[in-house]
């Protein structure tokens, strides 16, 4: 019944941007911190941003800090990342996640090339 849906992928060029969609469903997700997640082919999966429940504070891996922001719209049960200054090193496939759950969107695929 939980389900997450992310949108908002694509190809993009080096230095330009992108905007990341999470929309739930099933849940009602402003009682939860949410994450966002990145693995590339042969990866590990990475952190790359959290936001609290109600958006008072934010936390981002020190390779997107400064380029990268993390909001959440809890009246539409949705998060947003919002992707700047976008480098190869940043294609990966991007997942939202319910922290410290089992819910996962399939994720959304981000390609940065030239």
């Known amino acids: 019944q939980v389900q997450l849906v992310e949108s908002g992928g694509g190809l993009v060029q080096p230095g330009g941007s992108l905007t990341l969609s999470c929309a739930a469903s099933?849940?009602?997700?402003?009682?939860?911190?949410m994450r966002w997640y990145r693995q590339a082919p042969g990866k590990a999966r990475e952190l790359v941003a959290g936001?609290?429940?109600?958006?008072?504070?934010?936390l981002f891996a020190d390779s997107v800090k400064g380029r990268f922001t993390i909001s959440r719209d809890n009246s539409k049960n949705t998060v947003y990342l919002q992707m700047n200054s976008l480098k190869p090193e940043d294609t990966a496939v991007y997942s939202c996640?319910?922290?410290?759950?089992?819910?996962w969107g399939k994720g959304t695929q981000v390609t940065v090339s030239a």
């Open positions: 996640n319910v922290a410290y759950s089992s819910y």
């Open positions: 099933g849940i009602r997700i402003n009682s939860y911190m």
């Open positions: 936001i609290t429940s109600a958006g008072g504070s934010t």
